[in-house]
């Protein structure tokens, strides 16, 4: 069992508090619980911790074990990066990795991702990260891609990583072909940056919103989504390219039981026909390969 450490604890795993570090885990605490909505009674609840000693942790009165920051974010179900986040407050080294989604210990994850890409075909599936850059793609989404951009895609901006949501927003890229270019956006915007909100805000998330919107005719108010009477049962992204009319929607997987940050941040997006022309289409395409 790992032991509790005080401010002046060292110890050989880097898990020692610097004593000389602001005092940020009590605000950070109490910024996550109410972005969950949670009292502290609440909290005491769902994580075994008495209410008091929750109030004295919030109040800077009390210091948390490493132990401790764990039970508490886990029970506000708080994503491991800002996990890591709360124990860096709290005067600890990180306790989740962000690994390379190619490095060695991830080949299983990899293996089942490589077969939810195959499995996917004829239709289009990607992989992609937390702000939509894309990271591993099917035949199926490469063949989609070219037919979409009317040849080989542009390459993204110089440093840049090809991204999904960069490429809908450019008027260099996808927009001109995306009939419901408007809705779509607005969506696709309001929610990203509802998530990253819901996420605590890290910086490098915020910036990707602030490029995104900087596109022309993306306005401010993308970052809510309007509510209509009557939404339809799913929004599809309706394209017409060359004079064909392409209609599709998407689902989005994630992994389970993540410990990992890159894991838990790995979206699998797989694109579906929405009408009978569409189908043929990509079945046509997957037939020219």
């Known amino acids: 069992m790992m032991r509790t450490l005080s401010a002046s604890s060292s110890a050989a795993d880097g898990t020692a508090r610097t004593a000389s570090q602001p005092d940020i885990f009590g605000p950070m605490l109490r910024a996550w619980r109410r972005r969950r909505g949670a009292s502290q009674l609440s909290l005491a609840l769902q994580s075994g911790v008495s209410q008091r000693h929750v109030s004295f942790l919030e109040s800077g009165r009390a210091r948390p074990s490493r132990e401790m920051v764990v039970q508490l974010s886990t029970a506000l179900d708080v994503p491991l990066r800002q996990r890591n986040a709360m124990l860096l407050a709290a005067g600890f080294a990180p306790a989740y990795r962000e690994s390379n989604l190619t490095a060695p210990e991830l080949a299983p994850v990899r293996q089942a991702i490589d077969r939810m890409l195959k499995q996917q075909e004829p239709y289009p599936a990607v992989v992609i990260d937390r702000l939509w850059n894309l990271l591993d793609a099917n035949e199926a989404a490469n063949a989609f891609t070219v037919f979409l951009s009317e040849g080989p895609p542009p390459p993204p901006p110089p440093g840049k990583q090809p991204n999904l949501l960069r490429n809908l927003l450019d008027p260099k890229g996808l927009r001109p072909k995306l009939a419901n270019w408007e809705e779509v956006a607005r969506y696709l915007v309001s929610t ?19 490029e995104v919107m900087a596109y022309p005719d993306v306005p401010a108010s993308f970052r809510k989504l309007r509510f209509e009477d009557r939404p339809p049962p799913v929004l599809t992204l309706d394209f017409i390219v060359g004079g064909k009319s392409l209609s599709v929607f998407t689902t989005i997987a994630t992994l389970g039981t993540p410990q990992d940050v890159t894991l838990q941040e790995v979206r699998i997006e797989c694109f579906f026909p929405a009408d009978d022309r569409s189908d043929a289409l990509f079945r046509s395409l997957a037939a020219k390969r």
């Open 192 to 210: 990203t940056y509802a998530e990253i909100l819901a996420d605590g805000g890290e910086p490098k998330a915020l910036a990707f919103i602030e």
